[in-house]
């Protein structure tokens, strides 16, 4: 119906409220305090533009536009305030999960960041009181757990891969095998890394064999060292078969350059009892011979987002004195995240402190009890079924290991697996699920437990 002035039969204009009416609402001046009068201001006008629009097409009958007008603009202030960063249940079973933050942070590594968020020592040296090292805790505590002589810590793994080829190759030339001229996803393939970083690429080998000749026959004056890469995301599997590290190691020491290997995910202790059988323990590669690595520090290490490079003194230190490092480095509540994660590992506790390796560890009759505790307390007009299935390691690492866990399978006499899930990613906090055959499935291994009960109400509030 067209709201049509009868003297003029033209549209009528004079309901629409006015912004000042509009911001006067009881809703709408609730909100004041909350967005301040700009923006408010601004979306109340954008709200308006849109009703007189409607009306000039003669969309809107003739209601109460004062409080259709009040409405949207919550709404659409609701709606903008879900866009930034907020904490989700994760219950995919994808421990690592890229899109949802990679690692959780440990407790310790919490209450690290939180103490670091106002001043703090950053360089500063509390003995002296003069300027101290940035960083210098969290690198002798990687050296230490590596073995390494010396580290340095950057902006993720990438940026560490970059910043060593820009700082050790750049100018000559760099030996990669075939099978290792990987995408790491996201935009990292190491081809145009390397060209990024100003070395150039000689491809050694075949996809699935390359073997020591092979890089052996590549060198000339030109090559400044063999690059590594571990192919994390992917395998190749069969008629296969690589150099150790140290004949690697060996081999571009006897040209006199150096073995700079790029991890990726990188665990800091063995984790072949949780299946995890071919990541590199970044040990092993630095006693094999690496001089340089390069790993992440929000993968299976399970701390902040960062890039770790541990290796050769010599070698950190011109990586350190480089300008390129200025750009990369890292924050205060960075360092702050990996000082604490590391220290769990060195008192020997990072597997319960961790919950990236907390969650790895779990075994599937582990989360078989927690699930059937779970439905006990399930009160809810969902149906629900217990199944056996996999969960994922995630983050671009051991993309072969599932380990075996228990689902909750979820669905509803009228509603379907996606709009259950369209309803979870809309609680607070949003609960993020695996939809698969038209169920929603539930992996209560990402669950933490201290958010079973949130979980649970969250459930029962679909009806
Ligand atoms: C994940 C990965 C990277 C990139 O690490 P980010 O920390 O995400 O930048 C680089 N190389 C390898 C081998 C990886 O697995």
Known sequence: MKLIDAATREPNFRSLPSIDQLLRTETISMLLPIIGVKHLTQLARTVVDSLRAEIGHGKLADSNLLSLAAKRLFDAWESESKTGLRRVINATGVVIHTNLGRAPLSVQAKNAVENAAGYCTLEYDIETGRRGGRGQRAESLIAELTGAEAAVIVNNCAAAAFLVLSVLASGGEVLVSRGELVEIGGDFRIPDVLIQSGAALREVGTTNRTKLADYEKAFNENTRMILRVHPSNYRIVGFTSIPTISELSNLAHKHGTMLFEDIG?????????????????????????????????????????????????????????????????????AYAALEATLESY?????????????????????????????????????????????????????????????????????????????????????VIARIEDNKVLLDLRTVCEDEETELLKILANIN
């Not at 070698?315 to 490092?325: A, E, F, S």
């Not at 919950?355 to 779990?362: E, N």
């Not at 290991?401 to 669905?411: K, N």
């Open 346 to 430: 060195r008192r020997g506790t990072a597997i319960a402190d961790t919950p990236v390796l907390k969650m790895l560890g779990m075994t599937k009759d582990e989360v078989g009890m927690r699930t059937a505790k779970f439905v006990e307390a399930l009160g809810s007009n969902l149906r629900f079924e217990i199944t056996d299935g996999q969960s994922a390691v995630g983050g671009g690492a051991a993309p072969l290991v599932q380990p075996e866990t228990v689902l909750l399978a979820l669905s509803h006499e009228t509603l379907s697996a996606n709009e259950i899930g369209a309803m979870l990613r809309k609680a607070t906090p949003p």
């Open 265 to 333: 995910s990188g665990a800091l202790v063995d984790l072949s009892q949780y299946g995890l059988t071919d990541e590199p323990v970044v040990s092993d590669s630095i006693r094999d011979g690496a001089d340089i690595v390069a790993f992440s520090g929000d993968k299976l290490l399970g701390g902040p987002q960062s890039g770790i490079i541990a290796g050769r003194r010599e070698l950190i230190d011109k990586i350190r004195k480089h300008p390129l490092y200025r750009v990369l480095r890292v924050d205060k509540l």
